[in-house]
């Protein structure tokens, strides 16, 4: 998108560790998965040996209004691991919980 292309060519994609996405079709990948996912991963891209799932709360025809994360250390949240299907339900049922509430709230 413009959005994307602005900030990467404003910004660029400077590697804050050496997991860091840096390449312009790995980032554009990733915003595809996260797009169909619902949900963004961060495996020691922002930080060594921490790891993080993402999602952003969407109420409603509301566009983003915040966003929840469940985040830990590289050993206990890994890459490919099973429990990152779990953790990611988890934090889907969470958000839709949220969202219902901001929608059906007085």
Not at 10 to 36: E, F
Not at 84 to 96: G, T, V
Request: aromatic residues 4%.
């Amino acid at each position: 998108s413009d959005t994307v292309d602005n900030i990467i060519e404003t910004v660029g994609l400077p590697g804050v560790t050496k997991h860091t996405v840096t390449d312009v079709d790995t980032l554009r990948t990733a915003l595809v998965d996260i797009q169909k996912n619902g949900y963004a991963t961060n495996f020691q891209e922002s930080f060594e040996n921490l790891s993080a799932i993402g999602a952003a709360i969407k109420p409603g025809e509301i566009s983003e209004m915040g966003a929840i994360s469940i985040s830990g250390p590289c050993h206990a949240i890994q890459k490919n691991d099973t429990k990152i299907d779990m953790l990611c339900s988890e934090l889907m049922e969470s958000i839709e919980k949220i969202e219902l509430n901001i929608d059906y709230s007085d």
